[in-house]
């Protein structure tokens, strides 16, 4: 039997996050999400996909240490991304930079120590070009901050509030991991046939550029800013669903029900955006609810994780246009958690297709053919 899309096809076993469509769940190695962005930091997560457990104080002391070894970018990754035109999409840049820093590079498959530099290098490339873009040099990486504050100091220049780091922190948690989504499954793809751990990242990019997948909270804010206002919600949503054009930040592959991310980040947008905005970006989500409802009253459609990421990366002062490469800071540690799963118990990922052309066919000579 030919399913579209693979949906419902189990192609893979993970003990590293499970998704309950049905009720609303997340799990990360049996930990729930919201368990998770109330009471741990990204660092954290990323230990337990790694290693299996939540760290004790020793354990992540090591790793913040490890991470904060591999912020400054190797000589080799400055000439290329002098190079890349201004006008060049952050989440290109990434997938470009990515692929070099495996240049020259001896091959290995991929192991811990390279998931733990690459964490720690993408947010660094990312900054570096936007910096570069906007015409200012970049910036020396520091040991003393967090991941996420690292992140949005190497940005700006300076050091994050405490509720700014927070919110990014909460998010990257949020985003570290999904099951086999197209990225990750792309990257496992990758890792199945022994290749190496940049070839990897660089396809797991270029699955999450994709605006169906992480291209989607830019469009998200592109809704809110073209809406403006509450009063313009419902005709804009009206002419737009007329148009057969999709409401972004709606709907989701796996839940048929609330997406337990987007609730966390609803609460978290009310903490961080300026109340006229979120009092936008909630009318502009229940008028979306309720517009989809009324279309399709047979479907159960929900916000998903994408509308409120969009407030939130906002908020914490991120251009749009970073917002989807931000997800891949976010998805790193998944993501690299993934390839080394697969390599533990691996076999080359090789699903077939049903040939659906002609069957028997003759070859007419070049110059008789019309």
């Not at 520091?142 to 780091?165: F, I, N």
């Not at 997948?213 to 509450?230: K, S």
């Amino acid at each position: 039997m030919i399913t579209t899309g693979l949906e419902n096809v189990v192609v893979a076993q993970t003990a590293l996050s499970r998704v309950d469509g049905e009720r609303g769940g997340l799990i990360y190695r049996g930990y729930d999400i919201h368990d998770l962005a109330r009471a741990v930091s990204f660092e954290e997560v990323a230990h337990l996909f790694w290693y299996g457990a939540l760290p004790t104080r020793a354990q992540l002391d090591a790793l913040r240490t490890q991470l904060a070894a591999h912020r400054a970018l190797p000589d080799a990754a400055w000439p290329i991304l002098r190079a890349l035109p201004p006008n060049t999409a952050p989440v290109d840049a990434l997938r470009t930079l990515v692929s070099a820093l495996g240049a020259g590079q001896p091959f290995t498959r991929p192991d811990l120590a390279q998931a733990i530099a690459l964490t720690a290098q993408v947010p660094a490339l990312l900054a570096a070009f936007d910096r570069a873009r906007r015409g200012l040099a970049p910036l020396a990486p520091r040991d003393d901050l967090d991941h996420a504050a690292h992140y949005l100091y190497l940005l700006s220049g300076r050091v994050p509030t405490e509720q700014q780091k927070r919110a990014l922190d909460t998010y990257l948690i949020l985003l570290a991991d999904h099951g086999l989504n197209a990225s990750t499954f792309a990257a496992r793809v990758v890792a199945s046939t022994w290749s190496d751990v940049y070839s990897c990242i660089t396809a797991a990019l270029g699955a999450l550029k994709g605006p169906l997948h992480g291209g989607a909270p830019a469009r998200v804010l592109d809704m809110l800013q073209a809406i403006g206002a509450a009063e313009n919600a419902e005709r804009w949503m009206r002419d737009a669903l007329a148009r057969q054009e999709r409401l972004m930040g709606f709907g989701h592959r796996m839940y048929k029900t609330a997406d337990p991310r987007a609730e966390i980040l609803r609460d978290l947008a009310r903490e961080v955006c300026a109340p006229d905005f979120f009092a936008l970006a909630q009318h502009v989500e229940e008028t979306g609810l309720r517009l989809l409802h009324e279309q399709r009253p047979a479907e159960r459609i929900y916000t998903n994780v994408e509308f409120y990421s969009a407030a939130v990366l906002h908020a914490v002062g991120l251009p749009k246009d970073l917002f989807t490469a931000t997800f891949a800071v976010a998805r790193m540690s998944g993501w690299t958690a993934h390839i080394l799963e697969q390599l533990s118990h691996n076999r080359i990922i090789r699903p077939d297709a049903e040939y659906v052309g002609p069957l028997v066919q003759s070859v007419i000579p070049l110059d008789q053919r019309k």
